[in-house]
């Protein structure tokens, strides 16, 4: 326990000594909210795969790794193909482009910018802001449960702990702290992932013995789709894949990265870097050889770390994990922060607000939005459980049509983004709590479909008929969106 | 059989992961040779 705590003093104080170091640097709300434009390809990477995986990821992958084995490597594979390298070659260079023709530091900015459309600003702002705090309380929330299940530290302790480092250096040191610090959370979730997979391949015998024996105990384990079953394997593949083309916290690094050429080496390093998504996955159908009896399959990713590293290893892992969850709430709260400040209160409201004071404005909103969330997380109403199961359904149907036909199609309406939001979260939302409203069930083909499956095609058919029928943007917008020039 | 005893079914995710390494790479270089001639 020692071992435990020293890895975890150490390196939650280096997280907030580099809080305090780059505070300095954030001398306006450009660099607070972005970095002013001038972060290299290295850190920007590695941040992006840091916001990506979060603790849910680790523990939740290895949970179904266990239960549905091998063909859930797929789900790894679309993650680095479809969620990182496309996302980074289709929509980085665009997005840093338009968002600097713009002046934009938000994705609700780009699309004021883009469409001159406040309403499809204040909207995506709105559901954005929202969903993003109910996701970041799941993500403290999973952060707890494993200081909980690996310390045995009581749930709240865990809340706390890892909420305050992260408000402290978020709050501090903006964009350019919560960057930096996530760049050195990726390079230990790197490390505790590749520790945890090659001890506990090693202990289970190599790759064809685990292959083995998880036939033994069932081929379904071993085959694609196997136990889960194509509906549920594609489903679930594309949700956390293409959910990230809609995911401000992840697109800001675009914006954030000095030019095109950092984006280009970029794109190799993340695509390096994310192929760690494979490993929990792995890890989970390991744990079934290993640990076959467990209560949950949430128990599987921890208690294989018990059985195979030793308290160093542990105590490496466990700081993985939390670095996965601290980066990815750090992401987001500097996301909602700016966007209330900018989207909202000065564009929205239309209230002014000198340099120094957008960014104490700034400093203020994060820290508000951290304690608030933080505060839900230590005991959270049941409503906000039910909702964190699809808040990143809601906000990719938000953002993504939008943001992609907003880059590559000069004719889209304004109307039709605006309709496209709105009609795209309501069916995602109305199709997930459909089952709790008591009317008759969907058919059983059906009701296997996530809502974010439901959103993205209404929220398509509704952008693309839309903008046939209707108006495109002014052409001093598009020309300023491809151009620069007024 | 693809290697490990994996059906190439399962064994397919790591190919896709090595084609998207390869891809990242391919697209670097293309758009690095792409950027040489536009400022020529």
């Not at chain 1, 391949?201 to 694609?224: E, H, Q």
Request: hydrophobic share 55%.
């Amino acid at each position: 326990m020692i071992i435990y705590v020293g890895v975890l003093v150490v390196y939650l104080g280096l997280l907030a000594a580099i809080g305090l170091v780059l505070s300095r640097q954030s001398k306006s709300a450009g660099d607070f909210a972005i970095g002013g434009r001038s972060v290299g390809p290295w850190v920007t990477a590695l941040s992006f795969v840091a916001a990506y995986y979060s603790s849910v990821v680790i523990i939740g992958g290895g949970a179904f790794g266990w239960k549905f084995g091998l063909s859930t490597l797929w789900v790894g594979a679309g993650n680095v193909l479809v969620g990182t390298t496309l996302a980074w070659i289709v929509l980085g260079r665009r997005i840093r482009r338009f968002t600097e023709n713009l002046d934009a530091m938000t994705l609700p900015g780009f699309f004021f910018g883009r469409y001159g459309s406040p309403q499809a600003r204040i909207f995506s702002a709105a559901v954005t802001g929202l969903f993003l705090i109910v996701y970041n309380v799941s993500v403290l929330k999973g952060m707890a449960n494993t200081f909980e299940v690996l310390m045995d530290l009581a749930y709240w302790k865990g809340v706390v702990i890892s909420g305050v480092v992260i408000l402290f250096y978020t709050s501090m040191g903006g964009y350019l702290a919560v960057v930096w610090t996530s760049f050195v959370q990726a390079i230990v979730m790197i490390c505790a992932l590749c520790l945890l997979t090659f001890m506990s391949l090693k202990k289970v015998g190599g790759m064809t013995a685990l292959v083995d024996r998880l036939n033994d105990i069932d081929p379904g384990l071993v085959n694609t789709p196997g136990v889960w079953g194509w509906a549920g394997l594609i489903s679930f593949t594309v949700i956390v894949s293409l959910g990230t083309w809609g995911m401000p916290q992840l697109l800001v690094r675009f914006y954030s990265i000095k030019n095109d050429k950092m984006l280009r080496m970029g794109t190799v390093i993340v695509t390096l870097g994310a192929s760690i998504a494979l490993l929990p996955y792995l890890t989970g159908a390991i744990a079934r050889v290993l640990v076959p009896e467990l209560e949950s399959a949430d128990q599987a990713i921890p208690s294989l770390t018990a059985l195979v590293l030793n308290d160093w290893g542990g105590a490496l892992f466990l700081a993985g994990v939390v670095a996965a969850g601290m980066s990815t709430f750090a992401g987001v709260l500097i996301i909602i922060s700016s966007s209330m400040v900018r989207d909202v209160w000065i564009n929205g409201l239309g209230r002014t607000l000198s340099p120094a004071a957008e960014l104490k404005a700034n400093r203020i909103m994060s820290m508000a939005v951290g304690v608030v969330s933080l505060l839900i997380a230590l005991r959270p109403p049941a409503l906000v459980l039910v909702l964190t199961a699809f808040a990143w359904a809601v906000i990719a149907s938000t953002n993504l049509w939008p943001l992609l036909f907003g880059l590559y199609w000069k004719r889209t309406s304004p109307r039709a983004t605006l309709w496209s939001m709105i009609l795209g979260v309501g069916a995602a939302l109305i199709w997930q709590i459909w089952p709790r409203t008591g009317l008759p069930a969907l058919p059983p083909s059906l009701a296997g479909v996530h809502g974010f499956i439901v959103g993205t095609v209404v929220g398509l058919v509704v952008i693309v008929v839309g903008t046939l029928l209707g108006k495109p943007a002014s052409e001093a917008r598009i020309r300023r969106s491809w151009t620069g020039q007024p | 059989m693809a290697p490990f005893h994996m059906p190439w079914s399962t064994f397919g995710a790591f190919l896709v992961l090595d084609f998207t390494i390869v891809l990242a790479i391919a697209w670097a270089l293309y758009d690095r040779s792409k950027d040489r001639e536009d400022s020529e």
